[in-house]
Antibody, heavy 121, light 110 residues
Framework: EVQLVESGGGLVQPGGSLRLSCVAS????????MNWVRQAPGKGLEWVSY????????KYADSVKGRFTISIDNAKNSMYLQMNSLRAEDTAVYYC??????????????WGQGTLVTVSS | QSVLTQPPSVSGTPGQRVTISCSGS????????VNWYQQLPGTAPKLLIYSNNQWPSGVPDRFSGSKSGTSASLAISGLQSEDEADYYC???????????FGGGTKLTVL
C-alpha cells in the first residue's frame, strides 16, 4: 500500500525556520517525481515545489523562491522541505504528493495526510 | 486570484448531472493536460481525473473530464450525496514553470 507521511509542522514565529519531512512507503521512491502542495485555512490548494527523480530538477512557486528548499534522500525514502524566513502567509497544511508515473508533473496520484504549519507571534 | 478559473460553487440534486468548468490560457490548459482533484471535508485531495479524461484505478465512471482549447470541464452524473466535496482543476504552466490550481468549486448535493 502506498503511503506518504508528513511530519515536522508546528507553531513558529515570523522569521523562523522549520523542516518538513515526508516518508514514503509501499513503492519504489527513487522512481517517482514529488511535489509539496499547501492549503491555507479555508482556502484552496497552492503548489509549492517540485523535485524530479534523483533531484536533478527542482522548481519553486514564486511565493517561496529563495526561502524554501526541497530535497530528497532516496536511501531513506524521504523528501524534505526546509522553510526559512517564514511569514504569516505561509500558514497552511502542507501536503507531500507523488507524481503519477509517466504522466504530467501536475498529476498527483497519492497524497499524505498533511502537516500544519502555523506562523504566528 | 488563481491562474485557473473555476466557479466557486455548484449544486445539484441526487441523480442529476452537474458540470464544473475550468478556464485557463495557452501556457497551461491550452498546451498541457488537465487533472481534477476531489477533496472531501477534512481530508487530503484525491486524484479524480488525469490527462484530461483518464480515470485512476477505483474512480467510478460517473466522473468524466474533457478539454477544449484553453478550457476544461468535469462532469459528474448520477449525483450522490457522498459527492459533496471541493473540486480542483490543475495543470502545468510553462510560463510560471510550475503547477497551477483552480480556486476550487464547492459541490453541494441538495
Amino acid at each position: 500500500e502506498v503511503q506518504l507521511v508528513e511530519s515536522g509542522g508546528g507553531l513558529v514565529q515570523p522569521g523562523g525556520s522549520l523542516r518538513l519531512s515526508c516518508v514514503a512507503s509501499g513503492f519504489t521512491f527513487r522512481r517517482y517525481e514529488m511535489n509539496w502542495v499547501r492549503q491555507a485555512p479555508g482556502k484552496g490548494l497552492e503548489w509549492v515545489s517540485y523535485i524530479s527523480t534523483g533531484g536533478s530538477t527542482i522548481k519553486y512557486a514564486d511565493s517561496v523562491k529563495g526561502r524554501f528548499t526541497i530535497s530528497i534522500d532516496n536511501a531513506k525514502n524521504s523528501m524534505y522541505l526546509q522553510m526559512n524566513s517564514l511569514r504569516a502567509e505561509d500558514t497552511a497544511v502542507y501536503y507531500c504528493a507523488r507524481v503519477h508515473e509517466g504522466i504530467s508533473s501536475s498529476a498527483l496520484d497519492y497524497w499524505g495526510q498533511g502537516t500544519l504549519v502555523t506562523v504566528s507571534s | 486570484q488563481s491562474v485557473l478559473t473555476q466557479p466557486p460553487s455548484v449544486s445539484g440534486t441526487p441523480g442529476q448531472r452537474v458540470t464544473i468548468s475550468c478556464s485557463g490560457s495557452s501556457s497551461n490548459i491550452g498546451s498541457k493536460t488537465v487533472n481534477w482533484y476531489q477533496q472531501l471535508p477534512g481530508t487530503a485531495p484525491k486524484l479524480l481525473i488525469y490527462s484530461n479524461n483518464q480515470w485512476p484505478s477505483g474512480v467510478p465512471d460517473r466522473f468524466s473530464g474533457s478539454k477544449s482549447g484553453t478550457s476544461a470541464s468535469l462532469a459528474i452524473s448520477g449525483l450522490q450525496s457522498e459527492d459533496e466535496a471541493d473540486y480542483y482543476c490543475a495543470a502545468w504552466d510553462d510560463s510560471l514553470d510550475g503547477v497551477v490550481f483552480g480556486g476550487g468549486t464547492k459541490l453541494t448535493v441538495l
